[in-house]
């Protein structure tokens, strides 16, 4: 089993920036693609960004040029820099990741934009 632990969650103002960041943990083997999700009041989860193992990267239109996914093989561990944030970048961060035995989800760390 994997477990994935966010941190860095909090209130920052519209234009602030955050850096979230989630480290796996357990029985990982060959962690694949990881990844961030979010999900607002009343919408369903959507994709924020992900990067595979090899580092390519993939984002939601929404997010392109203000958000920075990376990873720290070494460390299991996957970041999401948030910059330029904006009031409707509020909503629940999960972190995601795979390996070949299953699919994992961190708690949720909450994000909120606003003055």
């Known amino acids: 089993q994997v477990k994935l632990v966010e941190s860095g969650g909090g209130l920052v103002q519209p234009g602030g920036s955050l850096r979230l960041s989630c480290a796996a943990s357990g029985s990982i083997f060959r962690l694949n693609t990881m990844g961030w999700y979010r999900q607002a009041p009343g919408k369903e989860r959507e994709l924020v960004a992900t990067?595979?193992?090899?580092?390519?990267?993939n984002y939601a239109d929404s997010v392109k040029g203000r958000f920075t996914i990376s990873r720290d093989n070494a460390k299991n561990t996957v970041y999401l820099q948030m910059n330029s944030l904006k009031p409707e970048d509020t909503a629940v961060y999960y972190c995601?990741?795979?390996?070949?035995?299953?699919?994992?989800w961190g708690q949720g760390t909450q994000v909120t934009v606003s003055s």
């Open positions: 995601n990741a795979n390996n070949y035995y299953g699919d994992y």
């Open positions: 990067i595979s193992s090899a580092g390519y990267t």
